[in-house]
């Protein structure tokens, strides 16, 4: 805490002020598919427990992290931001959270050179560039 002459009323602010913010990134480093994300308890239990965190999961469950956005060398599944005062209190909630969070995967085989696997493709992508598919069907009466 800083040294202030005024009497600081921490009750008339709801949001807490950190000195530092970390953003992570979880990555799982080969394709795999999802198993478990993070139930409604659990995001319940991390917002009681840690309301300053923010997660985005960004996958779903039976579903191959090659079918979302990814780079080459790591498959992105979820972001969490954990505010605190200091690196070690950061890291500490940021461990503890992801405990949490649940997340499980299956290791995907190998990409077999039988022609009748057909493993799950991502569409493909433009490097450098992103784009969204219309998920609205076209009508083919244009009124």
């Not at 002459?5 to 979880?26: M, P, Q, V, W």
């Not at 909630?93 to 969070?101: E, F, G, P, R, T």
């Amino acid at each position: 805490m800083l040294p202030s002459a005024k009497k600081i009323d921490h009750g008339a602010s709801t949001s807490k002020r950190f000195n530092f913010c970390y953003n992570f990134e979880l990555h799982h480093f080969a394709d795999a598919r999802v198993l478990e994300t993070p139930t409604r308890s659990a995001f319940e239990e991390i917002r009681m427990k840690y309301p300053e965190v923010y997660i985005r999961n960004l996958v779903h469950e039976n579903a191959s992290l090659s079918g979302f956005k990814h780079n080459p060398q790591s498959f992105r599944y979820g972001v969490v931001d954990v505010p605190g005062n200091s690196h070690d209190e950061i890291m500490t909630k940021y461990y503890d959270v992801v405990d949490m969070l649940g997340y499980k995967f299956v290791d995907l085989p190998e990409r077999m050179e039988d022609e009748h696997y057909m493993p799950q493709q991502p569409p493909p992508r433009a490097e450098g560039r992103s784009y969204q598919l219309d998920s609205h069907p076209h009508s083919s009466a244009d009124g």
